[in-house]
C-alpha cells in the first residue's frame, strides 16, 4: 500500500546545551532524539505520538531541516526538500503574518520558490480545496476563527504542491466542536493531493484515526513503532500501554479510574 | 435529592455591554461531581469565576448564588474572602500563573490554615508536608521548601490541589486543571481529585472542553453553549444518549479509542464557534444545527426531569 521510501533517517540524534545553571559545572546537554531511525514512505501516513518533552517536534525540525543532525543522518530521496516538504503547526495564530492579506500568505512560497504557473488560478483552487469562501483572499488572519486560520495555513503548505505533509499537533489549539473538520480535510487532501503524511500528536485518539504506522516516542527515542491497528490492539511496550490506560475515552467511566 | 451545595439562579455576567452569561440556572449537590462542558465562548469560566466572586474589573454578575442559605453575589468582599480558601477553592488550569513565583511552596499550601483557621508558622509548615504528602509529591519535607519553578506541571498542579482541599472545602471548583499536562499525569491528577473529594465528602465542579474527562470523573454533567445550559443531567444519560444536538455533534466528534474499526472520516460539527457577541439570537446554536427551523429564533427553557435539555428539536 506504501512506495518506495521519501525519507531515510538512520540514527540520528540531536543534543543542546542547557543553559549554565552554576559557574562551577559544566552545562548540561538534553538529548532532544536519540539515535532514532526509520522510514517514511511514499503514500502512507505516519504517526508520531508521545508526551510533551519526548522529541516529537524535535524530529519534524530534523525532516524539515530546520535542525542538523548532531549524529546519524536525515536523507530526503525525491528532488526538492525546500519544494516537496510542507508542514502545518499547531498554533494557526502565531504561524500566520497578521499583517499579510490571505492571498499573500497562502502564494508566499509558490513567489519565494519562483513555481511556474497561473497563481491566481491556483490561489482558487486552494482556497475551494481547504474550503474557504474565495472572498477570503483579501482579508487579514485575525478576521477569521482559530479553524479558518488553521485552513489557511493547510492552504499554504499545500500552494508548492508538496509530496510529504508534516503537520505537527494541527488541532490541538481548536475548539472540539472544529478539530473533526480540520481532521477530515487533511484526510480528503492526503488523497486528493496524493500526499504523504507525518501527523505529530499527544492524542492518541487523533493517530488512530489518521495513520496507517505509529512511532511511540519517549524521552527521545522511538520505543514502539508497529501499524497502527497491532499498536492499539497489543501494544508492546510497557510505555504505550501506560499512555493508552491512561487516555480517557467517553465509555471508561469511573470506575476505571477510582 | 440531597442537600444542595450551591444554588445558581438565574446567573447572568455582562462583559461591557455584552451579555455573555444568559440567565444560567443549577444546583450542585453535596458530595456529588458535576461537570461543566463548554468551549472557548461557552461562558463555563465566566460562571465558575462569578459564583467565586472573581470576576475580573469591568465584568458584572447579577441573579444569585445561594451557599448554606446566602447569597454570594449580594456578599461583601470581606465575608468572601472568609469563604474563599476555607469552605470554598479553586483549582486552575496553569498552576505556573496561579501560584506565588517568589513565594515557597510550604508557605503557599499553609496559607489557607495560616490565614483561616490561625495556625502558627511552625504547625502550618508541619501541616504543609502531610498536605504534600497527601497528594503524593515525593519527599514532601524537602519539596516544602521549593519554589514553584522547580516543580515540575504535575506537580505544580498536585500543589494547587493541596492547597485547595487544605481546610476541607464543602466545594472545589477545577477550571480545566488538567489541559496543560500529559495524559499520563492527567490520569494520575484525575484520580487524585476524585480521591480527595470522595475522601473530604466535598462538592466538585469540574470545567472543561474535555468530554472523556468529564465521563471518567463526573456524575453528572452540564453542556454549555453560547453563555446557555442547553443539555443537562446524569453523565451516563448524557453521554449515551445526548438530546441536545449541540452535545449529539460533539459526542460524534470524537474519535472513538475503544470501538472496533474507526470510520475513516468522522461527523464533524459544520461551521465555527462564533466570537462573544456574534452568536445567533435565540438558540445559539441555531446556525450550525441541522436541526434547527423558525422556532429556533426564540431560546427554549432548560426542561426535563432528571436529564434536561434546552432545544425545540432535539434528537430521540
Same mark, same amino acid.
Given at each position: 500500500?506504501?512506495? =518506495?521510501?521519501?525519507?531515510?533517517?538512520?540514527?540520528?540524534?540531536?543534543?543542546?546545551?542547557? =543553559?549554565?545553571?552554576?559557574?562551577?559545572?559544566?552545562?548540561?546537554?538534553?538529548? *532532544?532524539?536519540?539515535?532514532?531511525?526509520?522510514?517514511?514512505?511514499?503514500?502512507?501516513?505516519?504517526?508520531?505520538?508521545?508526551?510533551?518533552?519526548?522529541?516529537?517536534?524535535?524530529?519534524?525540525?530534523?525532516?524539515?531541516?530546520?535542525?542538523? +543532525?548532531?549524529?546519524?543522518?536525515?536523507?530526503?530521496?525525491?528532488?526538492?526538500?525546500?519544494?516537496?516538504?510542507?508542514?502545518?503547526?499547531?498554533?494557526?495564530?502565531? *504561524?500566520?503574518? +497578521?499583517?499579510?492579506?490571505?492571498?499573500?500568505?497562502?502564494?508566499?512560497?509558490?513567489?519565494?520558490?519562483?513555481?511556474?504557473?497561473?497563481?491566481?488560478?491556483?490561489?482558487?483552487?486552494?482556497?475551494?480545496?481547504?474550503?474557504?469562501?474565495?472572498?477570503?483572499?483579501?482579508?487579514? +488572519?485575525?478576521?477569521?476563527?482559530?479553524?479558518?486560520?488553521?485552513?489557511?495555513?493547510?492552504?499554504?503548505?499545500?500552494?508548492?504542491? +508538496?509530496?510529504?505533509?508534516? *503537520?505537527?499537533? =494541527?488541532?490541538?489549539?481548536?475548539?472540539?466542536?472544529?478539530?473533526?473538520?480540520?481532521?477530515?480535510?487533511?484526510?480528503?487532501?492526503?488523497?486528493?493531493?496524493?500526499?504523504?503524511?507525518?501527523?505529530?500528536?499527544?492524542?492518541?485518539?487523533?493517530?488512530?484515526?489518521?495513520?496507517?504506522?505509529?512511532?511511540?516516542?519517549?524521552?527521545?527515542?522511538?520505543?514502539?513503532?508497529?501499524?497502527?491497528?497491532?499498536?492499539?490492539?497489543?501494544?508492546?511496550?510497557?510505555?504505550?500501554?501506560?499512555?493508552?490506560?491512561?487516555?480517557?475515552?467517553?465509555?471508561?467511566?469511573?470506575?476505571?479510574?477510582? | 435529592?440531597?442537600?444542595?451545595?450551591?444554588?445558581?439562579?438565574?446567573?447572568?455576567?455582562?462583559?461591557?455591554?455584552?451579555?455573555?452569561?444568559?440567565?444560567?440556572?443549577?444546583?450542585?449537590?453535596?458530595?456529588?461531581?458535576?461537570?461543566? %462542558?463548554?468551549?472557548?465562548?461557552?461562558?463555563?469560566?465566566?460562571?465558575?469565576?462569578?459564583?467565586?466572586?472573581?470576576?475580573? $474589573?469591568?465584568?458584572?454578575?447579577?441573579?444569585?448564588?445561594?451557599?448554606?442559605?446566602?447569597?454570594?453575589?449580594?456578599?461583601?468582599?470581606?465575608? #468572601?474572602?472568609?469563604?474563599?480558601?476555607?469552605?470554598?477553592?479553586?483549582?486552575?488550569?496553569?498552576?505556573?500563573?496561579?501560584?506565588?513565583?517568589?513565594?515557597?511552596?510550604? $508557605?503557599?499550601?499553609?496559607?489557607?490554615?495560616?490565614?483561616?483557621?490561625?495556625?502558627?508558622?511552625?504547625?502550618?509548615?508541619?501541616?504543609?508536608?502531610?498536605?504534600?504528602?497527601?497528594?503524593?509529591?515525593?519527599?514532601?519535607?524537602?519539596?516544602?521548601?521549593?519554589?514553584?519553578?522547580?516543580?515540575?506541571?504535575?506537580?505544580?498542579?498536585?500543589?494547587? %490541589?493541596?492547597?485547595?482541599?487544605?481546610?476541607?472545602? /464543602?466545594? #472545589?471548583?477545577?477550571?480545566?486543571?488538567?489541559?496543560?499536562? /500529559?495524559?499520563?499525569?492527567?490520569?494520575?491528577? #484525575?484520580?487524585?481529585?476524585?480521591?480527595?473529594?470522595?475522601?473530604?465528602?466535598?462538592?466538585?465542579?469540574? %470545567?472543561?472542553? $474535555?468530554?472523556?474527562?468529564?465521563?471518567?470523573?463526573?456524575?453528572?454533567?452540564?453542556?454549555?453553549?453560547?453563555?446557555?445550559?442547553?443539555?443537562?443531567?446524569?453523565?451516563?444519560?448524557?453521554?449515551?444518549?445526548?438530546?441536545?444536538?449541540?452535545?449529539?455533534?460533539?459526542? $460524534?466528534?470524537?474519535?472513538?479509542?475503544?470501538?472496533?474499526?474507526?470510520?475513516?472520516?468522522?461527523?464533524? %460539527?459544520?461551521?465555527?464557534?462564533?466570537?462573544?457577541?456574534?452568536?445567533?439570537?435565540?438558540?445559539?446554536?441555531?446556525?450550525?444545527?441541522?436541526?434547527?427551523?423558525?422556532?429556533?429564533?426564540?431560546?427554549?427553557?432548560?426542561?426535563?426531569?432528571?436529564?434536561?435539555?434546552?432545544?425545540?428539536?432535539?434528537?430521540?
Amino acid at each position: 500500500m506504501s512506495g =518506495p521510501a521519501l525519507f531515510q533517517v538512520n540514527g540520528v540524534s540531536r543534543r543542546f546545551r542547557l =543553559p549554565r545553571t552554576s559557574f562551577r559545572h559544566a552545562p548540561a546537554t538534553l538529548t *532532544a532524539v536519540d539515535r532514532v531511525t526509520f522510514e517514511l514512505h511514499e503514500g502512507e501516513s505516519l504517526g508520531v505520538v508521545g508526551e510533551s518533552g519526548s522529541g516529537k517536534t524535535t524530529l519534524m525540525r530534523l525532516l524539515l531541516g530546520l535542525e542538523r +543532525p548532531d549524529e546519524g543522518t536525515v536523507e530526503y530521496r525525491g528532488a526538492s526538500l525546500r519544494r516537496e516538504v510542507q508542514a502545518v503547526f499547531q498554533d494557526p495564530v502565531s *504561524a500566520l503574518d +497578521p499583517r499579510m492579506r490571505v492571498a499573500d500568505i497562502i502564494l508566499e512560497p509558490v513567489r519565494v520558490l519562483h513555481l511556474p504557473g497561473d497563481r491566481e488560478k491556483t490561489l482558487r483552487e486552494l482556497l475551494e480545496a481547504v474550503g474557504l469562501p474565495q472572498g477570503s483572499a483579501r482579508r487579514y +488572519p485575525h478576521e477569521f476563527s482559530g479553524g479558518q486560520r488553521q485552513r489557511v495555513a493547510i492552504a499554504r503548505a499545500l500552494a508548492p504542491r +508538496p509530496r510529504v505533509l508534516l *503537520a505537527d499537533e =494541527p488541532v490541538s489549539a481548536l475548539d472540539v466542536s472544529v478539530r473533526a473538520q480540520i481532521l477530515n480535510l487533511l484526510q480528503d487532501l492526503r488523497e486528493g493531493y496524493q500526499l504523504t503524511l507525518v501527523l505529530v500528536s499527544h492524542d492518541l485518539s487523533v493517530v488512530r484515526q489518521m495513520c496507517d504506522r505509529v512511532l511511540v516516542m519517549y524521552r527521545g527515542q522511538v520505543v514502539e513503532a508497529a501499524e497502527t491497528r497491532a499498536l492499539f490492539r497489543a501494544p508492546r511496550h510497557h510505555y504505550t500501554r501506560t499512555l493508552l490506560d491512561s487516555v480517557p475515552t467517553l465509555r471508561k467511566r469511573r470506575a476505571a479510574s477510582t | 435529592m440531597r442537600e444542595p451545595a450551591l444554588e445558581v439562579r438565574d446567573l447572568r455576567v455582562r462583559v461591557g455591554t455584552l451579555e455573555a452569561v444568559h440567565g444560567v440556572s443549577f444546583t450542585l449537590e453535596r458530595g456529588l461531581r458535576t461537570g461543566l %462542558i463548554g468551549e472557548s465562548g461557552s461562558g463555563k469560566t465566566l460562571t465558575a469565576l462569578a459564583v467565586m466572586g472573581l470576576l475580573p $474589573d469591568g465584568l458584572g454578575a447579577s441573579g444569585s448564588v445561594l451557599h448554606e442559605g446566602r447569597d454570594l453575589l449580594q456578599m461583601a468582599e470581606i465575608e #468572601l474572602c472568609r469563604l474563599r480558601g476555607d469552605r470554598l477553592a479553586m483549582v486552575f488550569q496553569e498552576p505556573m500563573t496561579a501560584l506565588n513565583p517568589v513565594m515557597r511552596v510550604g $508557605d503557599q499550601v499553609a496559607e489557607p490554615l495560616r490565614i483561616h483557621r490561625g495556625a502558627g508558622r511552625g504547625a502550618a509548615g508541619r501541616q504543609a508536608v502531610q498536605l504534600l504528602e497527601r497528594v503524593q509529591i515525593p519527599d514532601a519535607a524537602e519539596k516544602t521548601r521549593a519554589y514553584p519553578h522547580q516543580l515540575s506541571g504535575g506537580q505544580r498542579q498536585r500543589a494547587m %490541589i493541596a492547597m485547595a482541599m487544605a481546610c476541607s472545602p /464543602d466545594l #472545589l471548583i477545577a477550571d480545566e486543571p488538567t489541559t496543560a499536562l /500529559d495524559v499520563t499525569v492527567q490520569a494520575q491528577i #484525575l484520580g487524585l481529585i476524585n480521591r480527595l473529594v470522595e475522601e473530604e465528602g466535598a462538592t466538585l465542579l469540574l %470545567i472543561t472542553h $474535555d468530554l472523556p474527562v468529564v465521563a471518567q470523573v463526573c456524575e453528572q454533567v452540564m453542556v454549555m453553549y453560547g453563555g446557555y445550559i442547553v443539555e443537562e443531567g446524569p453523565a451516563a444519560e448524557v453521554f449515551d444518549g445526548p438530546r441536545h444536538p449541540y452535545t449529539r455533534g460533539l459526542v $460524534d466528534a470524537i474519535p472513538p479509542l475503544d470501538q472496533d474499526l474507526p470510520e475513516r472520516r468522522l461527523r464533524a %460539527i459544520p461551521g465555527n464557534v462564533p466570537a462573544l457577541g456574534e452568536f445567533p439570537e435565540g438558540c445559539p446554536f441555531r446556525n450550525r444545527c441541522p436541526r434547527a427551523d423558525w422556532r429556533c429564533q426564540v431560546m427554549p427553557a432548560l426542561a426535563g426531569e432528571q436529564h434536561k435539555v434546552a432545544c425545540w428539536h432535539p434528537v430521540a
